[in-house]
């Protein structure tokens, strides 16, 4: 008897667990396609890991998708680039909840952009499988595809979901030769500034006081992370972009919560570029200026 009521209450924990799993699916989501994407398993379930990793997807999609309606109103065709699309979750699902549903979606794309070869071929195999005929995988570098004829001259969107350390600076610099009409970015793993803090970190010790900010390494951590994205912010600005800052989703999901996004609105903002030149100098990073470079005077 003991076993039956066990045997009753899995079942009936399973079932539970298979319907809240439905109900943190978008409305129009094709459940082939989670399943393909790994984020559900054959049966329909979801871990812990997955649910984490499609809430952040999902909630990235709330503000791309009027980004989306936006170019789509004005040009009647959208295109989007994903950099360091990886297994390209982004792309796949921006693809079946927006863009399969257009009125002529042949004229409308999105390119996703990856180094790996092995991912590249199973991201166009997919696509393939799932007659997503408006998906374009590329094997190319940042710097590449800034040249590719593969891609349009102009780009809409540019996303980069988790680029990490430069990578994030590598978009940013295919947007802005591709005049890009929005950017939207999540940052990661920003260790490269840390490094020049600690490369020059005596010297600037010496004039600024603010530098006990980054003194002790933990800081200089934390700081560089924080000054990269404040760096980023500034440049956008000053190539003429309106910048929002805000958290992707709760702390508890991801520490990788920062979500930049930027819309063109022509012009240089002179006062932004003064900025980050002050604060590259301040703070002895005057060996990122290439980088975070400046627009033309």
């Known amino acids: 008897m003991k076993s039956a009521i066990k045997q009753n209450s899995s079942a009936s924990q399973s079932a539970q667990r298979g319907s809240h799993d439905k109900h943190e699916v978008r409305p129009g989501q094709s ?35 009027p980004l989306l309606q936006e170019v789509l109103d004005e040009k009647k065709s959208v295109n989007l680039v994903d950099h360091g699309a990886g297994k390209s979750y982004l792309g796949f699902i921006l693809y079946d909840l927006f863009f399969k549903g257009l009125d002529q979606p042949h004229s409308s794309c999105i390119y996703g952009i990856e180094t790996r070869d092995e991912l590249v071929a199973r991201s166009r195999e997919l696509a393939a499988r799932l007659t997503f005929t408006g998906m374009q995988f590329l094997n190319l570098s940042v710097a590449e595809s ?42 990661c793993c920003q260790a490269e500034v840390a490094a020049e803090l600690r490369k020059s970190k005596n010297d600037v010790v010496k004039s600024n006081p603010l530098s006990e900010m980054w003194r002790h390494p933990i800081h200089t951590r934390e700081f560089g992370s924080q000054i990269t994205n404040v760096l980023r912010c500034l440049q956008l600005e000053s190539h003429g972009y309106q910048v929002r800052v805000t958290e992707l989703v709760g702390w508890e999901h991801s520490m990788k919560n920062e979500l930049i996004i930027a819309e063109y609105k022509g012009g240089k903002n002179m006062r932004s570029a003064q900025r980050l030149s002050e604060i590259l100098h301040s703070t002895g990073l005057d060996g990122l200026t290439q980088r975070f470079f400046l627009p033309v005077k």
């Open 146 to 187: 800034s040249q590719s004829s593969d891609l349009p001259a102009q780009i809409d969107i540019v996303t980069a979901l988790h680029a990490c350390n430069t990578a994030t600076d590598d978009a940013i610099d295919f947007a802005l030769k591709k005049k890009a009409r929005f950017m939207v970015l999540v940052p």
């Open 31 to 65: 459940i082939e396609l989670l399943k393909e994407l790994h984020i559900l398993t054959r049966d329909g379930k979801m871990n812990q890991d997955s649910r984490r990793k499609l809430k952040q997807v999902y909630h990235l999609y709330q503000f791309i998708e």
